[in-house]
């Protein structure tokens, strides 16, 4: 008898915790790109693992006139996987971007983001970071930072902070892709990963503030051996949830 009820017990428990999880609603993530070629396959199926979560794609140039509407700020998480070099956005573009970052904006921006509008100073402001190439900062000491990269690279990423909800329960691991070096990183950032690979920056995943905003930037993400790293698809499942969450922003 006392099994049977512990039997009917488990079941309708479960049955609870399928029905709940149904009933969640999926968190609308909007995924902006632009025209650089990578695996698209490899990539949207990093999101389709993700349970709850429903992403929408949207592509340059269209976006920068998707910031001055309502639509944008419908969506519970932005995922920024784009590096626009050619796209300049005009000045009540840009104004449009920094009112959204203003209000409090739950962004994330991803690996090749760093390199986003670079003749653009307050985009640095508002990711925590920037990539120098093509204009190489001149630094107080007169020092030139020119950043670089180096494709194919294996190396150990190191978590900081595993009591943070975005590297919760996570452990230091390997992974391999792209890196950048010699990188700008504010100082003010609280970093969350790390790596002392010699062929890399130190800083690899941060988070920013900017207005109401606080903004995750995740280094990696080049290419499908950093899509199918479980670590990286944690990382990003993580940030998704606690930029959308209601603590995931300041007040």
Wanted: proline share 4%; glycine share 6%.
């Amino acid at each position: 008898m006392r099994l049977t009820v512990l039997f009917l017990l488990v079941l309708f428990l479960g049955s609870c915790d399928i029905a709940h999880k149904a009933s969640e609603k999926p968190l609308e993530v909007l995924v902006v790109t632009d025209d650089r070629s990578f695996n698209r396959e490899a990539f949207w199926a990093v999101f389709e693992r993700f349970e709850n979560v429903n992403p929408t794609e949207i592509t340059h140039p269209e976006v920068l006139d998707f910031f001055g509407t309502d639509s944008v700020r419908q969506f519970d998480a932005l995922v920024f996987y784009d590096m626009p070099e050619v796209v300049v956005p005009t000045e009540e573009q840009k104004q449009h971007m920094l009112q959204f970052f203003k209000e409090g904006a739950p962004a994330i921006f991803l690996h090749h983001s760093l390199l986003s509008y670079r003749e653009w100073d307050q985009f640095t402001d508002i990711i925590g970071g920037r990539y120098y190439n093509k204009s190489p900062l001149i630094t107080e000491e007169g020092d030139t930072l020119q950043s670089v990269y180096q494709h194919d690279v294996e190396y150990r990423v190191n978590v900081v902070n595993a009591e943070h909800p975005i590297t919760s329960g996570m452990e230091d691991f390997d992974i391999l892709d792209e890196v950048y070096n010699h990188y700008f990183v504010k100082d003010d950032v609280e970093v969350l990963l790390t790596t002392n690979h010699e062929l890399s920056g130190h800083e690899l995943g941060w988070i920013n503030t900017f207005g109401k905003s606080r903004i995750v930037f995740l280094i990696n993400g080049h290419g499908e051996t950093a899509y199918e790293n479980p670590n990286f698809r944690q990382l990003l499942h993580n940030a998704i949830h606690w930029v959308a969450a209601p603590n995931g922003r300041k007040d």
